[in-house]
């Protein structure tokens, strides 16, 4: 599928900018490693610090995860990444599943 290509070629631009990037608060994000070594740009490792004396006891990590996993599956529409997926997302919700799904067999979890 097409969406896979321009998924690594976005994320292989973002990767060779964040190089020259400064430093985000903390924030690190890294592509993973496949069993022989190399460079799996569809699996990342990321640390999000909070920030200092922000977090709150009452916030668990389940919770932060749920927020994450929150804005992947309501993307913010005003705001679109790829013209395609939120073209999709606003008019064809069907189809902008059926697209999510077939990524997710393309590339299932690791867990």
């Known amino acids: 599928m097409a969406s896979g290509v321009v998924a690594r ?3 292989t631009e973002e990767r060779r900018r964040g190089a020259r990037a400064t430093p985000m608060c903390g924030l690190v994000a890294k592509p993973g490693t496949r069993p022989d070594g190399s460079v799996n740009l569809m699996v990342w490792k990321c640390v999000v610090p909070g920030k200092e004396g922000a977090w709150k006891p009452s916030i668990s990590m389940r919770q932060i995860l ?8 309501n993307p913010n529409p005003a ?4 013209d395609l997926a939120y073209d999709l997302f606003t008019q064809n919700m069907p189809e902008y599943r059926k697209r999510v ?3 997710a067999q393309r590339y299932p979890s690791l867990v």
């Open 79 to 82: 705001s679109p990444a790829q």
């Open 66 to 73: 749920i927020g994450i996993q929150d804005l992947l599956d």
């Open 9 to 11: 070629g976005r994320l």
């Open 101 to 103: 799904r077939q990524q």
